[in-house]
DNA sequence: CGGAAGATTGATAACTCTCAAAAATAGTGG
DNA sequence: CCACTATTTTTGAGAGTTATCAATCTTCCG
């Protein structure tokens, strides 16, 4: 059961054009998600319903007065469709976006219409936690799936983070995982070939949304993230990650259709990949 | 054959041995490298000479006394030899360095004797700044030729940060960049052909070593990175690297001879590499 | 001078890209 | 609910880039 089904609007049923009304969106009664509706869970008590709470929580303890504050925070999502940017490059802004549904990512555009994805965003991440950049924006921010997002005042961020020093640690240690993610990401493009890339960012994806709580019983995961935007992650074309998508599929690794990646054997995945997924600091090792 | 051998003692014109009497060297009057003597200056007057309040102070103004502090932190310095590390991976630490000379990179071995270089270190860059880490490292940390480093306690360090928020904000700054570069080196492996990858790196690095104050009067800098580090940057065979070497000296782009780098053409260099210096936050740009 | 590390060369093979087109799927409007 | 269009996925063929292997040459340094 998932907030974030994976699909551009067809899973959630509703349309999203890119200028529907947020707010009637956001806080209707009938909100079509089969998730928990943040807009009407106020208690404290329901601290890992919210992600930007239960993200930040698992860096470490969060005092009661800071999970009321994100808390408040957070009321306000604003829907956001497949496509939608919520930063651009070059320039300036005065604000972080929480992430509480769907899949967003960093990328830059290059000459020739390429584009390099940089990063993945996930619920309950922090975007873009470089606030404090003086200058104006390296990359872009897009959503990647149909989702939803808060956005909070830069401001108020830094009040936040001078006031709870549980918060501050815990988006300091975020910033450093985004580091270490960006590394193993450079790693992965510079030494290993085009099958193991693909391997790696699936083993890495699938940690990363288990470990928010995106893992379905029947062991898939949300999975819209299409072959053109695997290819701007990988630097390959997308023929390759096609054809790479379909050896995987033969060795009976993995099953991914509709939206959904269900990995059959992790193992195998993991070894092929030479994954390891300490980098992320995640309690859980990969099985 | 193992990969990581590192550049023989020559910059220096000194014989620097694993273990030789780091003081002795640090301290001698007849120290043979042809910067500043930073063990003989100790004016504060004479910022511009510590690399360390050096990188520090471009970030913005620091105070008298964080000048000072900055000062007495880096008396000791102790020579380190190419190929000497720094930090190891996996190992717990509880210092920091500060690079006063030579180059260092932080690298990650990997399966079959290969390495990938995750970036590099230059005189006044602080290594690891990732002080904060609880968990051990994900990357060790090793000089690429000879050099001299001063280790600073993480306790000192935070005791720093807590006192002086220039310090804090320039170091801050810092990371933001060192993230920056990350994201650029991504886009250069994920994007980039290998020449247009080797371009871009040898822009990127003449930038960093002028922004410093180590381009010579003729237009040279040192360059003691040999063909196989480049290729453990930029993920590509030696011969590779070797073949787009001499492509770029036969289009008299670059001349690099005797561990020296010049760049005859920065323009044409940069076109080709698509090389944009911004992501550094250095005021000026290439010329 | 001798040994070792680094740079260079040649030949071959492997991997991945590009182009072009067809098939399948998803989203839209009647 | 169906037809229609746009997007995404899939397929085939050929070209290009880069890796690998193995050997030689050069430079450096004791």
Redesign the interface.
């Known amino acids: 059961m998932l907030r974030y089904t994976g699909a551009s609007a067809c899973e959630l049923a509703v349309t999203a054009p890119e200028e529907m009304s947020l707010s009637a969106y956001a806080l209707g009664p009938d909100r079509p998600t089969s998730g928990p509706d943040f807009a009407t869970k106020r208690e404290v008590s329901d601290t890992m319903a919210n992600p930007l709470v239960a993200r930040l929580g698992r860096f470490g303890p969060l005092s009661a007065q800071a999970v009321l504050e994100l808390h408040h925070l957070t009321q306000k999502s604003q829907a956001r469709a497949a496509g939608h940017p919520l930063f651009l490059e070059d320039s300036r802004c005065d604000h972080v976006c929480v992430l509480l549904e769907g899949v967003a990512c960093?990328y830059?555009m290059?000459?020739g219409g390429?584009r390099?994805i940089?990063g993945y965003i996930l619920p309950g991440d922090l975007c873009d936690v470089?606030f404090?950049?003086v200058?104006p924006l390296?990359?872009s921010v897009g959503m990647l799936t149909d989702g939803a997002v808060v956005k909070i005042a830069s401001g108020k961020l830094l009040e936040l983070l001078a006031a709870f020093p549980c918060i501050r640690r815990a988006v300091?240690?975020s910033?450093?995982i985004?580091?270490?993610i960006?590394?193993q990401?450079?790693?992965n493009?510079?030494?290993r070939s085009a099958s193991e890339r693909l391997c790696h960012f699936l083993c890495e994806f699938l940690v990363r949304m288990e470990h928010i709580d995106y893992l379905n019983a029947d062991g898939s995961i949300p999975f819209a993230i299409n072959q053109m935007a695997l290819a701007d992650t990988?630097?390959m074309s997308v023929v390759h990650v096609n054809r790479t998508l379909q050896a995987l599929r033969a060795s009976e690794m993995i099953v991914l259709r509709k939206r959904h990646l269900h990995v059959l054997d992790r193992k195998r995945l993991a070894a092929m990949a030479?994954f390891d997924p300490?980098?992320l600091?995640i309690r859980e090792n990969i099985r």
């Open positions: 960093r830059r290059l000459s390429r390099q940089l470089e404090v950049t200058g390296d990359h300091e240690m910033a450093l985004d580091k270490s960006l590394r990401w450079l790693l493009l510079a030494q990988l630097g030479g300490g980098y600091r």
